[in-house]
């Protein structure tokens, strides 16, 4: 089955939603929920999400819970902490200045499930139980170490020491991770080694795996902080049931240009499979930029790069259930969005202002899809 597209409007908001239903009792939805009106203060635009999301969960999604919510913003200097406060949902929530290129100043991404048990663990990572599992979330995990490479390592140090008190490890249990880095151009090179170099000494080599991930441009409200940390992983997986992708024919292994990361993971269950596609670029297979300078061509080839991952994977763009997209230059928004509408119109996805890691790629995506399987010799969902 491929997803069930909706859109909705609110009173100054609106929000476009997957829904992937099997016939079991676990859906998953994605919402993108915007502000329509663009010219409202900060305040009322924060009210215009929070009631069209009170209004999803109430009215339109019977049962359904957040899983995970990522708050977009123009300015968190100044609005971040109201964010914090007027949101009280007990799930893992990340905030992150990534303005919304549509003049807005707050853009939301939520997950949501039916049949799942919630809480906040020991660790401090936010537990989602169902069946068998445990999804485990975080967001929004930074320190105020002296430096991008300081704040990367202790990030990771004290996430596998949460792992650790829920039986798990990151080279087992660790699926996707996302490091939002304040001034990515200065500051990424540290975040590089201080991975690599972890990653290491937990058995994340070449020869192993790598994890999913997004490193973009994104900061918090507190300039100090550099790198800002969201990441997912699964107590009770198996390893029969995680699959890397490669796409060879179109991209290359990030460890041949120094860092170390997977394109793509999918996790695959009885009934179904989730694939996480990290944040990718116009790349060819010899981590060559491809059309330098050139946004629309780039765009065309980071979407034959994602749908190459995708198809690795059995899926479609059809399966895809949200599209987080990055761009460098503001000024190249119409030109995206014009793309983007084409080609996925009625599709949940926002368009934010994050520079890629490398200043030659002028836009990024990532996405998260699910498609329905029948293989019950995997355990159920």
């Not at 009322?44 to 009631?51: D, K």
């Not at 979330?137 to 991008?148: E, M, Q, R």
């Amino acid at each position: 089955m491929s997803q069930q597209l909706s859109h909705i409007e609110f009173n100054d908001a609106l929000a476009d939603i997957s829904c992937f239903d099997n016939g079991t009792e676990a859906r998953e939805y994605h919402a993108l929920i915007h502000v329509s009106n663009p010219q409202l203060p900060f305040a009322r635009q924060l009210e215009a999400v929070l009631n069209a999301y009170a209004t999803l969960v109430e009215d339109t999604l019977p049962g359904a819970q957040a899983v995970f919510k990522r708050y977009f913003l123009s300015d968190a200097a100044n609005q971040q902490d109201e964010v914090v406060v007027a949101d009280v949902t007990d799930c893992a929530k990340s905030i992150i200045q990534q303005p919304p290129l549509d003049g807005t100043k707050i853009a939301l991404w939520v997950y949501l499930m039916t049949d799942v048990q919630t809480s906040i663990t020991n660790s401090g990572l936010y537990a989602v139980s169902h069946g068998a599992f445990t999804h485990l979330w975080n967001g929004s995990a930074h320190n105020l170490a002296a430096n991008s490479e300081y704040q990367t390592r202790l990030l990771f140090n004290e996430y596998n020491m949460q792992l650790l008190e829920e039986g798990c490890t990151l080279e087992a249990n660790c699926i996707r991770t996302w490091l939002f880095v304040n001034d990515v151009d200065l500051n990424y090179g540290g975040v590089v080694r201080a991975r690599n170099q972890f990653f290491f000494t937990q058995g994340l080599t070449i020869h192993t795996h790598f994890i999913a991930s997004t490193g973009i441009g994104g900061r918090q409200a507190d300039p100090n902080v550099l790198v800002q940390m969201d990441n997912y992983a699964i107590a009770g997986i198996q390893k029969e049931q995680i699959h890397y992708l490669y796409a060879p024919t179109h991209l290359n292994r990030t460890s041949d240009y120094g860092v170390s990361f997977e394109r793509g993971t999918c996790i695959d269950y009885a009934d179904r499979r989730h694939v996480f596609i990290s944040g990718t670029a116009s790349i060819n297979n010899k981590g060559e930029i491809m059309h330098p300078k050139d946004v629309v061509r780039q765009t065309r080839r980071m979407w034959e790069n994602v749908e190459t991952l995708l198809k690795e994977a059995d899926c479609t763009y059809d399966d895809v259930s949200e599209m987080v997209v990055y761009l460098r230059d503001l000024a190249d928004y119409q030109q995206v969005k014009g793309l983007y509408e084409s080609r996925f119109h009625g599709k949940p996805y926002v368009i934010v202002h994050a520079p890629v890691c490398r200043p030659g790629w002028l836009v990024e995506m990532e996405c998260m899809a699910v498609r329905q399987q029948d293989k019950p010799d995997f355990p159920a969902f």
